[in-house]
């Protein structure tokens, strides 16, 4: 499925006019922080396979009449993630960019509260926070924590004009010998230890959620339901947004036709020289080619009437705007919400801010693979 992605990522045609990257969008979830300073982020992303929501129709059934339509039934598709870590290990700052001391967060988010979350570990490009409300959080934790350590599906996530160094590995002194990999240990007495998971598998589990980061008990005393525990998660069910979210865009409307800046990632080859161990422990350069994922904005054409058109109200619900006023709202440049569908869960908004526009627009199809990069 992954050679898959990646072909169809390779085969899409180039665009006509593109702009740097401005990094990845940050996604909406819920924090709080307890008394003991441990900051606890729930996170709810589209499940593995499909769309998060959709339509599946039901399988023909003799008792069904003729004439009468074919049921469907409504999937919902998720995983949610749940983060615990201490408090002073995550950045923390306002979608102004000013940033919030921990002992201030820590009053902020006493209760479980709406926030934003990067997902790479740096902090978010300003273009990506531009509407959200004043006095939105926008937390930065590891990357690690949400198995991004090298980019969303193994893929290492750089900027595009940038190119980091390749990995250096250098011997011990008086010698050209690598010492065997090992990982220290309280009371280590020289044993090698194999390396631990990496926490990108546990965030794939249904739900992630080490006991402490800082390694310290849990207290089975406590009145309070740990997170990851089934009433910890009913807890916040429904104060978690579900779907698709939506994303942060450019568009401009010039005769019958929008054109929009989307946010794109492809996939680039890119070959690196590294130093690697080989089998009898000496080091041995060897050039290899990669795959990095850029991001980029890249500007194309809708047509006006295949879009739904909605602003954002102060209760953050979905409005419908006329069509008739979308030219000139849209006559110049204009910074919207852009998602693929009009039934979109209003938990995505409450941290927008009003009068905000959203456009629905149709999925686009499939770029069918050309003949020279199809399977074989």
């Not at 006509?16 to 969008?25: F, T």
């Not at 983060?83 to 923390?92: D, G, I, L, M, Q």
């Not at 070959?271 to 060897?286: F, H, I, L, S, W």
Request: net charge neutral; charged share 25%; hydrophobic share 40%.
């Amino acid at each position: 499925m992954f050679t898959l992605i990646v072909l169809a990522a390779l085969a899409q045609p180039p665009a006509a006019e593109v702009s740097p990257a401005v990094g990845l969008p940050p996604v909406q979830g819920l924090a709080s922080i307890d008394a003991k300073g441990k900051l606890t982020l729930w996170r709810v992303t589209p499940g593995c396979f499909g769309m998060a929501i959709q339509e599946v129709p039901l399988a023909p059934s003799e008792k069904r009449d003729k004439d009468e339509a074919a049921a469907t039934a409504k999937v919902t598709n998720v995983m949610l993630t749940i983060v615990e870590v201490p408090s002073k290990n995550v950045e923390a700052y306002t979608v102004d960019g000013k940033k919030v001391a921990v002992d201030k967060l820590a009053e902020l988010l006493a209760k479980e509260r709406a926030v934003l979350f990067s997902v790479d570990g740096k902090k978010v490009d300003p273009f990506h926070l531009q509407l959200y409300k004043e006095g939105t959080i926008v937390l930065v934790p590891p990357a690690n924590v949400w198995g991004m350590e090298f980019g969303q599906g193994g893929i290492l996530a750089i900027p595009a004009d940038a190119t980091p160094p390749p990995p250096e590995i250098k011997p011990p002194p008086g010698g050209d010998r690598l010492p065997p990999l090992r990982i220290p240990l309280p009371g280590d007495k020289g044993e090698i230890r194999p390396k631990p998971p990496s926490p990108f598998f546990n965030s794939l589990a249904l739900v992630s959620a080490p006991a402490s980061a800082d390694g310290e008990k849990k207290d089975d005393k406590a009145d309070a339901p740990s997170p990851s525990s089934v009433a910890g998660i009913l807890a916040v069910r429904d104060k978690l947004p579900r779907g698709s979210a939506p994303v942060v865009a450019e568009v401009e409307m010039k005769d019958g036709m929008i054109e929009v800046g989307r946010q794109v990632m492809r996939l680039v080859p890119r070959a690196e020289e590294v130093a690697v161990p080989t089998a009898d422990g000496r080091v041995q350069k060897v050039v290899r080619t990669t795959t990095v994922q850029v991001v980029q904005i890249e500007k194309q054409a809708v047509e006006a009437k295949t879009l739904k058109a909605f602003t954002v109200t102060k209760d953050g619900k979905l409005e419908a705007l006329d069509a008739e006023k979308l030219p000139d709202r849209l006559k110049k440049p204009t910074t919207v919400l852009l998602g693929d569908s009009a039934d979109l869960d209003s938990h995505h908004l409450e941290l927008i801010k009003p009068g905000t526009i959203y456009l629905s627009i149709p999925p686009q199809p499939p770029v069918p693979l050309p003949e020279s990069r199809k399977p074989q």
